[in-house]
Nanobody, 116 residues
Framework: QVRLVESGGGLVQAGGSLRLSCAASGTAFSIDRMGWHRQAAGNQRELVATITLTTGSTNYADSVKGRFTIARDNAKNTIALQMNSLKPEDTAVYYC?????????WGQGTQVTVSS
């Protein structure tokens, strides 16, 4: 059973930075892809960023391009999301996910709040 543990959320002023981390455990094989989604109150969950662990290829939502950076540490099955120039509209619960053996697995979520 894949387990994802997130850390790094919190409260920050607009223009500030936060770094989220997600550590995966419980896998017998390499994870294909990991990433982050977010869900703001009253909204649907949306993709933020993904990274293919074998190639390092990344994908970002248009709303975060140039501000957020996703990176991997394959040796530790860990990814990080560096979030810079944060805006109030980035406020949401951020969920780590892993695509492994044809299934998606999700973390418990971490709250990010950006004050104006």
């Amino acid at each position: 059973q894949v387990r994802l543990v997130e850390s790094g959320g919190g409260l920050v002023q607009a223009g500030g930075s936060l770094r989220l981390s997600c550590a995966a455990s419980g896998t017998a094989f390499s994870i294909d892809r990991m990433g982050w989604h977010r869900q703001a109150a009253g909204n649907q969950r949306e993709l933020v960023a993904t990274i293919t662990l074998t190639t390092g290829s990344t994908n970002y939502a248009d709303s975060v391009k140039g501000r957020f950076t996703i990176a991997r540490d394959n040796a530790k099955n860990t990814i990080a999301l560096q979030m810079n120039s944060l805006k109030p509209e980035d406020t949401a619960v951020y969920y780590c996910y892993a695509y492994y053996r044809f299934r998606n697995y999700w973390g418990q979520g971490t709250q990010v709040t950006v004050s104006s």
